[in-house]
């Protein structure tokens, strides 16, 4: 008969999860999380009742490993669920912004792993600039914009009403930099936004900071690679990465010429990386 849990099975299993929700702590930096990982591995019992902490939480594990410690990410109704308005609340945004900031998080997972091969590849390593993405999404909205007008499409809906435009449209608007007085980037310029996307994986743990150039560049994560696969069949990643700019480069501002089909189009009601 297997043995009964105990309290201190179940303080070690919330134990493994407060783990997983510390995304920037590496399983080899922690003696405890490291021997937590080791028993949840090797003790089935203990790993089902981990994972049942974990769903009473309102948590997915996403894996369990060496590589990425317990990687969890929020279910829809998780009190750990990051939504878009509280978001763009974090970093001073209005509701017109919306849009843009899941933008720009959907144009980084993009961007860092252009190809099913690297999302299913463990030792893959995406790299990213700030410089890059923008130029990446301005170029997919060009090509969008195009897409607009051979259908004859309406390419200038009303600017008070940014929920009738498409996230592309507004994105295109904004000033891509834009700049204070003392040349600093300003908060609401498409860079600006970038870097505040860029900013909070970094807290979270999905990105590494690598450099200052092109606007700041980042290396991806075991955990950002495990998020990106779990979103990564949602409508908006698709109808990007069918758009044919996305290269596999180092990041920089290089991009691939769109290739020439008729079947592209931005879905309407395209989830964007964020909860409603």
Known sequence: M?????PADAADAARLVAFGLQPKLQPARDQEYAELLRRYREDPPFARLADAVAAGLGLVVLEVSPRAGMAVTAADDSVFAVRMGDYARRTAADSTDRFLHGLAHLAVAALAFPRPEDLADDGYIGRVTVNGVDAFVRQAC???EERAEEQGENSDPATDTPGLEAAWRIWARRSSTGATKDARRLAGSTTG???KAVAFLTDSGFLQRT????????RTTA?????VRDMAGGAAMAELLELGVVPVTDGSATLLPPEET???ELAADAGLPFHS
């Open 142 to 144: 060009h090509r969008l």
């Open 223 to 227: 955990r950002y690679q495990l998020q």
């Open 262 to 264: 008729d079947d592209l």
């Open 211 to 218: 450099g200052d150039d092109s606007g700041g560049t980042y």
């Open 2 to 6: 297997a043995a009964p849990i105990t």
């Open 193 to 195: 936004i970038i870097g």
